[in-house]
């Protein structure tokens, strides 16, 4: 399917994109899924059927444990059973791929962190600290036998072996059993290139999307929910999971100052963090590593703080990109005891947004 610039044919966003629009146009960032579709009919707790899946997102090719990336995390809304964000806001750092999936698969998805951790470091736990395995999760239980648990740890082996610069996006891996506003969510990406005046920089945004009420839905700009809301009654409310990524050197706390931001990307699209809901950002910069138990001073250069506008601007613009990506990108889906969760109805949104926005937008084709 296509992406939402794609076919709004408008110039609505300031800042350009990367050459992929994605969170891997930050160099070394790889993206992976396993996605998990079986039977159909009634629900049958801990056997199916199964609409669900896992992404898991690697700031770098090399081992996260020895060559940690600086990070912060911030929860918007904290209904959330997200795993290893305590020890991201104490140290500022990440030492294992970021993984989201469903919220009663964070054990069995940690565990998986955990063992190609210590496969990959054999000193863990042993001659050296333990990992810090990062799980965020939405709960996907409308489509989805959650109580299944089905994502296993193999399956976390093997997203992490697929991940790579090139990912899909919509009803797959984390997003294979999502809703969002009333519509089939997913998982979508986004970037922009920061110009400042130190250089040129790149931020991009991952978002695994399950939140959000019909009528509350904005497209660019236009209130297009409230003239959709008799298709069919989809879900109030739910969670949704931001990852971003930049390779600009920021601080935890400059990352944290960004991460905060992503809120105002989503009240775009029309999220209000209603009861029930959870919003959880992870924010990493691969400009530095920081090796483990280094013995010497380390010197981390960083930006001035009045250097961070455009990244929040950029922040908030792909956020908000990343949010209908994985809407447009995203296919009807049958789920347990019959249920449907249909498509974004492309076409009757883009002519929403075109009446709506006035002729003030130009098409930019």
């Not at 970037?191 to 790149?202: C, D, H, I, L």
Request: charged share 20%; hydrophobic share 40%; with cysteine.
């Amino acid at each position: 399917m296509p992406r939402v610039r794609e076919v709004l044919e408008i110039d609505y966003w300031r800042l350009k994109t990367g050459p992929r629009n994605s969170i891997t146009d930050v160099r070394g960032v790889r993206v992976g899924h396993v996605t998990l579709v079986e039977g159909r009919g009634p629900l049958v707790p801990g056997k199916g059927p199964v609409r669900t899946g896992l992404t898991v997102v690697l700031p770098h090719e090399g081992s996260l444990y020895r060559e940690k990336v600086l990070a912060a995390a911030h929860v918007i809304n904290g209904f959330t059973k997200a795993l290893g964000l305590v020890q991201i806001e104490e140290l500022g750092t990440i030492e294992s791929p970021i993984a989201l999936t469903n919220t009663l698969n964070v054990g069995l998805v940690a565990d998986g962190l955990v063992e190609y951790s210590v496969r990959a470091n054999p000193e863990i736990g042993v001659t050296a600290p333990t990992v810090n395995p990062v799980v965020l999760e939405c709960n996907d239980g409308y489509l989805n036998d959650i109580q299944g648990r089905h994502v296993r740890q193999h399956h976390v082996l093997e997203a992490i072996e697929r991940a790579s610069e090139r990912f899909e996006e919509g009803s797959v891996g984390a997003g294979t059993g999502t809703v969002a506003f009333g519509f089939k969510g997913g998982v979508g990406t986004s970037s922009r290139v920061v110009e400042t005046p130190f250089g040129s920089f790149t931020l991009g945004v991952l978002v695994q999307s399950n939140f959000g009420r019909r009528e509350d839905l904005l497209v660019g700009g236009v209130p297009v929910g409230k003239y959709l809301a008799g298709l069919d009654p989809g879900a109030a409310s739910g969670s949704v999971n931001v990852v971003v990524a930049t390779d600009a050197p920021l601080t935890p706390r400059q990352l944290k100052r960004i991460a905060r931001r992503v809120q105002s990307g989503l009240v775009r699209v029309g999220g209000y963090t209603y009861h029930g809901s959870g919003e959880v950002v992870v924010a990493f910069s691969t400009a530095h590593r920081v090796g483990h138990g280094a013995a010497e001073l380390v010197h981390l250069a960083s930006l001035p703080d009045e250097a961070l506008n455009e990244f929040f601007r950029g922040v908030v613009e792909a956020t908000e990109e990343a949010v209908l990506n994985s809407m447009f990108e995203s296919t009807t889906m049958e789920g347990r005891d019959g249920r449907v969760v249909h498509q974004i109805p492309v076409e009757r949104v883009v002519g929403l947004v075109r009446r709506g926005a006035g002729g003030a937008y130009q098409s930019s084709r």
